[in-house]
């Protein structure tokens, strides 16, 4: 398998592109940006565990299969059943996700993957990250959307709030910016006043250099010139002021900066959040208060809701659209750690402005014959039922005013669920 | 100043953390060939580098309630760090950074397992500091830097922060755990793609029983211990996709419980014998010690895995055939290789200086840069190569330069007064300095505008500390500097 790095120095020669001229960008972005629609790719990791998260409550396979881990009934937080009768709750701790449920701005999609689902971590982010199966490799999903848009790409037309820039984001000729803290994305001088001004005029001619014959000089440069092309829309998301509490941890902060950057118009059309800790191999405790996938559920309630609300609040709501995925499920037998393995399909999010909420797909029968046809591994594991390239291609045809065929190099659209 | 010796420099940053100009002109003194056997055969050579710890003269460190290395996080980070500044068995070290990500092993889920302290003691303590002579996971490291492959991954096996890491802790006969029988085959052998899923599913049956066990109480006196647990361990044979004796046999024979250990030790065996084991290590040393950028050399690679079978996983013949490889010694691979975070902090602190600097100015300087030590992302490492570097690394990386430059201001302008008569000379007095790659004619003239920017040249002592800080943080700051 290639790896990040392996993709990144095949491609670098495409990381001659050029950044606009700086006092251009703010026209640009509200050239590109017509819709002001935004995305916000959401990845748990780990591979999330789905039926910790939506329960199939009243199934005695559930309770079978997972003596410990099984949510009681009377604890889920019932959302109704899905096309095939199955009643569903969620977990407990998601009292923001059922208002915003509710609300009908929120559609779970259930049993999404692929055939012959991998169950390697790694291969398995690369597989959702580049939306292929037999050969995760090269430019992610979202990067090849983002090399559709009109060129020169505005350097903040993609902003990761994670300190790697994602597979999903990496894209041939446009460049994402890695932004974990907006605090921290200012420059420092040793020298104060003018000096500092001379300091910056240097390093912007120095990094301003892109020798072709040197494209990992060239590729390094790259990201120092993005840096200084965008170090001053940044700082004015330091000034935001939310409209809802965020919780204190990384990922609260992180969806905070997004809506911050949204609210300050600065030009981004799509945003890469992460909340990890789902390899729940022990002590996934879900029926503790302070067990491990409790406050996984709790972090993701939180900021959720917060982010929701302060949007909501901004009038900011209707532009965006939040779309969650993990590498896999997890395995359906709990295993002696009071933990789960890793498995198959898992269930994705989605919650947005336009969003049709609801429940999509149908829940697995966890009968644990070697014939059930929604089971796979020998009935251990959840088997897919929605592609999830049919997810994103709605995505892109429907939200993002893109085309799934092109970007996807097939078409899935029609076994999309229509969530949006 | 002597003339630079750029192949004891390319050495030392890559088989080392760079080096001061002291010492670098102490191993050109040496010569290549007996520099690099001091950089090898480094046995020999005492390792007192722990006691120097607050002596003047060295990096320091901050002590908050005492210094406490082997039971909290902060302070291992801290003596690592200056451990990569002053040890003088730089291999090793850079080994043991080498092993600490490929076999990735992070803090924080071991801390949320059995807390901060005993989580610090099973990464980073020291047998001769620790109550009950814990040997943490670094030491480990540093044990087998240059050791036998096969022998380390028996005592990663072993590993009680390992054996919580990947949950074989809790690998028993009724419920096999395939955490680390996976990542076992994965990522520290074979590789991904070499092997069917039941592999995984039969590896993890090879390992129950594989457990923990605390010995000696709760307290300091007390440590977690590998535990091989009999009656956990599932006795029915085991079927792999590959051979796992020499004779061909791919079956791990029914083993009575007491017998049963020797599963474990017969599929190590096999994964490290594998045909996809040896050149995997050794794509990853040569990326690792030679050159990230170029199309690597292939007839070096396949010797490197040649040797690997030939001395039966030995890793230090290895490394002898690759410092001594036209590719590693050839100009071409100079400067082509990312650094890594701490390498990149190390070599900064060497060659910009670090008199009145404390290493705990690093760590969250590192945490933004995307390596904090014993927090790797996850146990396949940090993404390496042109993944350190984005938008905001790059930002965190410039601004670790202006904060050491600042810090140095005064011993820079100390040190370049003697010599430093212009702003041409000082722009060539700091290149030399950082032992910098030269820098294209725009760039060198970008750094020579600034050494002229602001009030005309006098060589005043104020004018000369914010010029020089001014210069070497354009310089460590620069995409150039970010190669070793």
């Given at each position: 398998m290639m790896t990040r790095r392996e993709f990144v120095r095949g491609g670098?020669?495409?990381?001659?592109f050029g950044f606009a001229a700086p006092e251009f960008l703010s026209d640009l972005a509200r050239a590109q940006d017509t819709a002001r629609r935004n995305l916000v790719v959401l990845y748990l990791s780990g591979g999330n565990d789905a039926l910790s998260m939506i329960?199939?409550?009243?199934?005695?396979q559930y309770r079978e299969r997972r003596p410990v881990l099984a949510i009681p009934a009377a604890n889920v937080l019932q959302i109704g059943t899905d096309r095939a009768s199955t009643a569903l709750g969620l977990n407990p701790r998601l009292t923001g996700l059922k208002s915003i449920f509710d609300a009908g701005r929120l559609a779970f999609i259930q049993r999404t993957g692929y055939a012959?689902?991998?169950?390697s971590h790694f291969q398995g982010t690369d597989i959702w990250s580049t939306a292929n199966p037999q050969v995760p490799q090269g430019a992610g999903w979202l990067g090849r959307y983002l090399d559709?848009?009109?060129?020169?790409?505005?350097?903040?037309?993609g902003w990761s709030t994670t300190r790697d820039v994602p597979r999903l984001l990496l894209a041939d000729r446009v460049g994402v910016a890695a932004i974990p803290s907006v605090a921290g994305y200012a420059l420092a001088s040793p020298n104060p006043g003018v000096d500092a001004q001379f300091a910056r005029q240097a390093a912007t001619r120095i990094a301003s250099h892109v020798p072709v014959d040197m494209p990992h000089l060239a590729f390094v440069n790259a990201s120092a010139q993005q840096a200084f092309a965008t170090l001053d829309r940044v700082a004015q998301v330091g000034f935001y002021r939310p409209a809802a509490a965020y919780p204190n941890n990384g990922f609260g902060q992180a969806l905070q900066a997004v809506a911050g950057a949204m609210a300050a118009g600065v030009g981004t059309r799509v945003f890469f959040v992460q909340t990890g800790?789902?390899?729940?191999?022990?002590?996934?405790?879900?029926?503790?208060?302070?067990g491990s996938y409790p406050q996984l559920m709790g972090t993701l309630n939180d900021g959720l809701l917060a982010f929701y609300t302060d949007l909501v609040r901004q009038g900011l709501f209707k532009d965006t659209m939040i779309l969650q995925f993990s590498e896999f499920g997890r395995r359906i037998n709990e295993n002696a750690s009071a933990g789960t393995d890793h498995g198959a399909a898992s269930v994705m999010m989605v919650i947005g402005g336009d969003v049709r909420g609801g429940i999509y797909g149908t829940a697995a029968?966890?009968?644990?014959?070697?014939?059930?046809?929604?089971?796979e591994n020998n009935g251990n594991d959840i088997r897919y039922e929605t592609d999830f390239r049919s997810v994103y291609a709605r995505v892109i045809d429907?939200?993002?005013?893109?085309n799934s065929v092109q970007v996807l190099g097939g078409d899935f659209r029609a076994a999309a669920p229509p969530f949006v | 100043m002597a003339p630079r010796d750029v192949l004891i420099e390319h050495l030392l940053r890559r088989a080392g953390f760079g080096a001061s100009p002291a010492v670098i002109e102490a191993y050109a003194d040496m010569g290549y060939a007996t520099a690099l056997d001091a950089l090898i055969n480094y046995?020999?050579?005492?390792?007192?580098?722990?006691?120097?710890?607050?002596?003047?003269g060295y990096v320091l460190i901050t002590a908050r309630a005492g210094f406490a290395p082997t039971t909290n996080i902060t302070d291992a980070r801290q003596r690592w760090l200056f451990r990569m500044v002053h040890t003088e068995r730089p291999l090793q070290e850079k080994m043991a950074l080498f092993w600490h990500n490929h076999f990735a092993t992070a803090f924080g889920k071991i801390a949320g397992a059995v807390g901060a302290t005993e989580a610090t003691r099973t990464l980073a303590a020291k047998p001769s500091e620790d109550a009950a002579g814990v040997k943490g996971q670094l030491e480990v490291f540093r044990e087998f830097a240059t050791g036998n492959f096969r022998d380390l991954l028996i005592a990663m096996a072993r590993d009680p922060a390992m054996l919580i890491w990947l949950d074989g802790r809790t690998n028993v006969k009724a419920r096999p755990q395939e955490n680390f029988a996976r990542e076992l085959m994965e990522?520290?052998?074979?590789?991904?793609?070499?092997?069917?899923?039941a592999d995984v599913y039969a590896g993890a049956r090879v390992f129950t029983g594989w457990n923990l066990a605390r010995v000696?109480?709760?307290?300091?006196?007390g440590s977690f211990v590998f535990n091989y647990n009999a009656n956990q361990h599932d006795t029915t044979a085991k079927e792999f996709?590959?051979?796992?004796?020499?004779?061909?046999?791919r079956t791990i024979p029914s083993r009575a419980g007491a017998a049963g250990m020797q599963d474990g030790l017969d599929l190590i065996d096999a994964v490290a014998s594998h045909p996809a084991t040896g050149p995997r290590l050794a794509r990853k040393l040569y990326a690792f010690?030679?050159?990230?950028?170029?199309?690597?050399?292939q007839a070096l690679i396949a010797d490197l895995a040649r040797i690997y079978y030939a001395s039966r996983f030995e890793i230090k013949p290895m490394l002898v055939r690759l410092f001594t490889a036209d590719a590693f010694t050839?100009?071409?691979?100079?400067?082509?290789r990312y650094s890594w975070p701490a390498e990149f902090v190390a070599r900064a602190l060497h060659e910009v200086g670090?008199?009145?600097?404390?290493v705990n100015d690093a760590l969250t300087p590192m945490v933004t840069m995307g390596q904090q030590l014993f927090e790797?992302?996850?146990?396949?490492g940090w993404d390496l190569g042109p993944a350190w570097f984005t938008s905001g690394s790059m930002v965190a990386r410039m601004n670790f330069a202006a904060q050491l430059a600042t810090n140095q201001k005064f011993e820079l302008r100390d040190q370049a007064k003697?010599?430093?008569?212009?702003p041409e000379s000082l722009v060539s007095w700091a290149m030399d300095r950082l032992t910098a790659a030269s820098f294209p004619s725009d760039g060198y003239n970008a750094l020579l505008d600034y050494a002229r920017?602001?009030?005309?040249?006098?060589?005043?002592d104020t004018q000369l500390a914010t010029k020089a800080s001014g210069v070497a943080h354009l310089i460590a700051g620069s995409a150039h500097y970010q190669f070793v």
């Open positions: 670098i020669a495409a990381f001659t329960v199939p409550y009243n199934d005695p012959n689902s991998s169950r559709t848009i009109p060129s020169p790409a505005d350097p903040l037309v800790g789902y390899d729940t191999h022990a002590g996934q405790n879900t029926n503790q208060a302070n029968n966890l009968a644990p014959t070697p014939d059930n046809p929604t089971l429907n939200w993002l005013g893109g | 046995e020999s050579i005492f390792d007192d580098v722990d006691t120097k710890i607050g002596r003047p990522l520290f052998t074979m590789g991904v793609g070499t092997f069917p899923e000696g109480g709760n307290g300091a006196a996709s590959f051979p796992i004796y020499r004779n061909g046999g010690f030679v050159n990230e950028v170029d199309p690597p050399d050839s100009s071409a691979s100079f400067y082509k670090w008199a009145g600097f404390s790797p992302p996850d146990v396949a003697p010599v430093v008569k212009s920017a602001g009030a005309n040249w006098t060589g005043s």
